[in-house]
């Protein structure tokens, strides 16, 4: 295999899944982004440029190792960086996390179709249990393929909406900013401060990432062509997010007790785009759901087994009513906060294997 073959459509490729999986409920819905960036007012591009930083370079990791080690079980990852121990209690803190965040997507979907349709909850997580336990038995190469393609079209979106919303009402960006910021407002927010907010938010991206990427890099024609994906990705997603903060700063005082606070600033733009982007919602739910509930069947089962089919359904249906059961609001701030502060300390592993790794190559090459 050419080490430095590039292929500009699997670079696009790439950057498409790695977007699209990021981009789920907590994102595309705008709670997350609001927890994360916009609660900390114009503090949240420093959110965003730490949150660049850092994905540009576990992105690059993870999907290298996948390419070079070609991982059995993809999960193996953590005990490359980590080590056996700490490796193995990765590996299932970050299975129970994934399944968490898939409970956080089926969330998502019910809230809505709840705040836009006025349909009951259980219309829309049921919905997304069906589409995305069925599209997980055709495995990981179909849904790259899927995924790729759906992702670039919702950031663009995603950024067209925020866009529209920050120039429609230019002034109250910096008002929503002050806003935020005075403590006049109950904002249900991740973090004590932007930083804390930035770790914890990379935190639970990695524990998602890990894995899918290390697959990913299977599907490689050469490290080279796999991080351009992952930093164009990166690039992409960031600048989505931020775009979408200021968006969400213009009219925060309508969204803040908002469950679905991107509908709202869809809706101020042009009542039929929100109904409009509730659809692509939808589907960025659906671009995350799916590679997280195949990364928990996948570790447990073989793929295209019953064994991996009975279980795929019966984690869908646990989700599903486990998801029911909570806030859509509180779900996100709970799951992907505490988890967040585990999941970052990850990077600390990864930076001294490969400064081990560094250090060993030096050695040799004396």
């Known amino acids: 295999m050419d080490s430095n073959k590039v292929s500009p459509l699997n670079v696009i490729r790439f950057a498409g899944a790695f977007i699209a999986f990021l981009i789920g409920a907590g994102f595309a819905t705008g709670q997350e982004v609001f927890q994360y960036f916009a609660a900390y007012g114009y503090q949240g591009v420093l959110v965003g440029a730490f949150v660049l930083v850092c994905f540009v370079y576990v992105g690059g990791a993870f999907i290298s190792a996948g390419y070079r080690e070609r991982f059995a079980n993809t999960n193996d990852i953590y005990r490359y960086y980590c080590g056996k121990y700490v490796g193995g209690f990765y590996d299932y803190f970050s299975i129970a996390f994934i399944y968490m965040s898939y409970i956080v997507m089926l969330g998502g979907a019910g ?218 609001r509180r779900i996100v701030n709970i799951i992907y906060g505490i988890n967040g502060y585990v999941g970052i300390l990850l990077i600390f592993f990864m930076l001294a294997a490969s400064f081990g790794i560094t250090k060993k190559k030096n050695g040799a090459a004396k």
Not at 143 to 167: E, H, K, M, Q, R
Not at 181 to 202: D, H, K, P, Q
Not at 292 to 310: G, M, P, Q
């Open 111 to 328: 809230a809505t179709v709840s705040q836009h349709y006025h349909l009951a909850p259980a219309i829309g997580a049921i919905l997304m249990m069906v589409l995305s336990a069925a599209t997980v038995v055709f495995g990981l190469g179909k849904i790259v393929d899927v995924i790729g393609s759906i992702g670039p079209v919702i950031v663009v979106v995603a950024i067209g909406v925020g866009l529209a919303s920050a120039l429609s009402n230019p002034s109250g960006v910096s008002a929503g900013a002050a806003l935020v910021t005075s403590g006049e407002l109950e904002i249900t927010r991740v973090g004590s401060n932007w930083f804390m907010a930035g770790t914890s938010y990379v935190g639970f991206c990695m524990l998602w990432l890990a894995a899918f990427l290390a697959a990913m890099g299977t599907k490689a024609n050469s490290v080279k062509e796999a991080v351009l994906g992952t930093t164009l990705g990166a690039v992409g997603f960031v600048a989505g997010a931020l775009v979408l903060m200021f968006g969400l700063l213009a009219y925060v005082g309508d969204l803040y007790t908002s469950d679905i606070p991107s509908l709202v600033i869809a809706a101020k733009v042009w009542p039929a785009l929100a109904t409009i982007f509730s659809v692509i919602i939808i589907a960025g739910i659906y671009t995350t759901a799916v590679p997280l509930l195949w990364s928990v069947s996948a570790r447990f089962a073989e793929e295209k087994t019953t064994k991996f089919y009975a279980l795929t359904a019966g984690l869908a249906a646990v989700g599903c009513f486990v998801a029911l059961a909570l806030p859509f």
